[in-house]
Antibody, heavy 122, light 107 residues
Framework: EVQLVESGGGLVQPGGSLKLSCAAS????????MHWVRQSSGKGLEWVGRIRSKTNNYATAYAASVKGRFTISRDDSENTAYLQMNSLKTEDTAMYYCTRHSMAGSSYRDNWGQGTLVTVSS | DIQMTQSPSSLSASVGDRVSITCRAS??????LNWYQQKPGKAPKLLMYTASSLQSGVPSRFSGSGSGTDFTLTISNLQPEDFAAYYCQQTYITPWTFGQGTKVEIK
């Protein structure tokens, strides 16, 4: 069974930093691209960014709203993805989800964690 | 970045109704479009991928169509468990982007 478990959320002051983790199991983590998606309370979904596999040079991509402040990384030996968030703003307050998506033949694998809540407030 | 515009933002319908939600991309995305359903307090659930492919385990009353810039999610014979928020998402190019969502409410 595929599982994605996020951790590391909490309360942080504006301008501060936080690092989220996503522990994965039940699939070949090293071969998978991993994404982060966030959702502010009562609002819509926002794609934050992704990191590709070693085969794809660990290439990263980010939403314009977080580029230069957020960094996605991974540790394939630990089956864990990370989201380092710096220079946090009040508008970064959201539930953060770790996700995995891939085509497998004619089927599509789509998995989400339960989310971890980040609150940016003084 | 590709902008995804969903309409309507909300709709009211009754059990048994047929409803359609549209999603328009600001440029062609071929068929690289997903549809998600989200219920309060839960992570989104994939309904359709590549615009018209039904995800395993999703009831056949859900269907998707379109390519290029215009897409539609249709729910036929609306059931009580279908009242939720729905989002489209383009996966054609990063940054992947979502529509703003459509809330389907009980009339």
């Amino acid at each position: 069974e595929v599982q994605l478990v996020e951790s590391g959320g909490g309360l942080v002051q504006p301008g501060g930093s936080l690092k989220l983790s996503c522990a994965a199991s039940g699939f070949t983590f090293s071969g998978s691209s991993m994404h982060w998606v966030r959702q502010s309370s009562g609002k819509g979904l926002e794609w934050v960014g992704r990191i590709r596999s070693k085969t794809n040079n660990y290439a990263t991509a980010y939403a314009a709203s977080v580029k230069g402040r957020f960094t996605i990384s991974r540790d394939d030996s630990e089956n864990t993805a990370y989201l380092q968030m710096n220079s946090l703003k009040t508008e970064d307050t959201a539930m953060y989800y770790c996700t995995r998506h891939s085509m497998a033949g004619s089927s599509y694998r789509d998995n989400w964690g339960q989310g971890t809540l980040v609150t940016v407030s003084s | 970045d590709i902008q995804m515009t969903q309409s309507p933002s909300s709709l009211s319908a009754s059990v048994g109704d047929r409803v359609s939600i549209t999603c328009r991309a600001s440029q062609s995305i071929s068929s690289n479009l997903n549809w998600y359903q989200q219920k309060p307090g839960k992570a989104p659930k994939l309904l359709m991928y590549t615009a018209s492919s039904l995800q395993s385990g999703v009831p056949s009353r859900f269907s998707g169509s379109g390519s290029g810039t215009d897409f539609t999610l249709t729910i036929s014979n609306l059931q009580p468990e279908d009242f939720a928020a729905y989002y489209c998402q383009q996966t054609y190019i990063t940054p992947w982007t979502f529509g703003q969502g459509t809330k389907v409410e009980i009339k």
